[in-house]
């Protein structure tokens, strides 16, 4: 079992609290966990951005496959308050999202979580550097599913501006979910619509018995009564002992 010391419970339930006390647009936008010396001297910073809901082996080996394949000196790990199409989700509160991936990290040194309260990437963005002014480039991980979001018109009154922007300043690492290939990325840049942005996006490999798990696939098996333990680390396990999801 995942534990987490009581000062450090104590702590967090109070950073989450005055966040979610602020405006989405709010003038402070960050808030992050205290990090290792390798976060804090990282140059290359990457960040995993979702709701941990719970986090999964799967975040896991994205992390450190990103660590790997992107060379990158830091993985940040950062939950916003404001989380595109995923506003009416059952999840747990916030505060325990954040204790267990705090404990989480105590074992992953190349790592941080961070609280943030603007959801957009290139936000995010803005929240690293000021947070960590020696970062000098960034990349995203996400899975296959996001980037066929990002690269969607439907998500902006002008694409190609957004994504300009974006991919100006940020770099992308894919890794597959189920069936996804290599190939399927490749395809889906070499669309003219979405071509000139093919060279700011990589495929990240992940093995094939973690791309179907899911935050909400491990939901689904707490909510019939089916094992997690081979979904998700001990410290989201915690989270999920102590009642997170009892109303799930």
């Given at each position: 079992?995942?534990?987490?010391?009581?000062?450090?419970?104590?702590?967090?339930?109070?950073?989450?609290?005055?966040?979610?006390?602020?405006?989405?647009?709010?003038?402070?936008?960050?808030?992050?966990?205290?990090?290792?010396?390798?976060?804090?001297?990282?140059?290359?910073?990457?960040?995993?951005?979702?709701?941990?809901?719970?986090?999964?082996?799967?975040?896991?080996?994205?992390?450190?496959?990103?660590?790997?394949?992107?060379?990158?000196?830091?993985?940040?790990?950062?939950?916003?308050r404001v989380t595109v199409d995923k506003e009416?989700?059952?999840?747990?509160?916030?505060?325990?999202?954040?204790?267990?991936?705090?404990?989480?990290?105590?074992?992953?040194?190349?790592?941080?979580?961070?609280?943030?309260?603007?959801?957009?990437?290139?936000?995010?963005?803005?929240?690293?550097?000021?947070?960590?002014?020696?970062?000098?480039?960034?990349?995203?991980?996400?899975?296959?599913?996001?980037?066929?979001?990002?690269?969607?018109?439907?998500?902006?009154?002008?694409?190609?501006?957004?994504?300009?922007?974006?991919?100006?300043?940020?770099?992308?690492?894919?890794?597959?979910?189920?069936?996804?290939?290599?190939?399927?990325?490749?395809?889906?840049?070499?669309?003219?619509?979405?071509?000139?942005?093919?060279?700011?996006?990589?495929?990240?490999?992940?093995?094939?018995?973690?791309?179907?798990?899911?935050?909400?696939?491990?939901?689904?098996c707490i909510k019939r009564q089916q094992p997690?333990?081979?979904?998700?680390?001990?410290?989201?396990?915690?989270?999920?002992?102590?009642?997170?999801?009892?109303?799930?």
């Amino acid at each position: 079992m995942g534990t987490v010391h009581t000062d450090a419970c104590t702590f967090l339930r109070i950073l989450a609290t005055l966040l979610m006390d602020l405006s989405p647009f709010g003038r402070c936008p960050w808030r992050a966990s205290s990090a290792h010396r390798h976060v804090r001297q990282a140059r290359h910073a990457g960040i995993l951005s979702g709701s941990f809901n719970p986090p999964t082996l799967a975040h896991e080996a994205l992390a450190t496959g990103a660590l790997q394949v992107g060379q990158l000196d830091a993985a940040i790990w950062t939950i916003s308050r404001v989380t595109v199409d995923k506003e009416t989700v059952t999840r747990a509160p916030l505060e325990d999202r954040l204790i267990a991936l705090t404990a989480l990290m105590e074992t992953r040194p190349h790592e941080a979580v961070a609280l943030v309260n603007r959801g957009l990437y290139v936000d995010q963005i803005d929240a690293i550097r000021a947070s960590l002014p020696q970062v000098t480039q960034i990349t995203f991980v996400i899975g296959f599913d996001k980037i066929v979001q990002i690269v969607d018109p439907h998500y902006y009154a002008d694409r190609d501006s957004a994504l300009d922007e974006l991919f100006s300043r940020a770099d992308i690492l894919v890794a597959p979910r189920d069936g996804d290939t290599a190939a399927d990325l490749t395809a889906l840049f070499a669309r003219p619509e979405n071509r000139r942005w093919a060279g700011y996006v990589r495929f990240l490999p992940l093995d094939p018995a973690l791309r179907a798990i899911s935050s909400s696939l491990v939901r689904q098996c707490i909510k019939r009564q089916q094992p997690i333990d081979d979904l998700v680390p001990p410290e989201a396990m915690a989270l999920v002992d102590a009642g997170a999801y009892a109303a799930s």
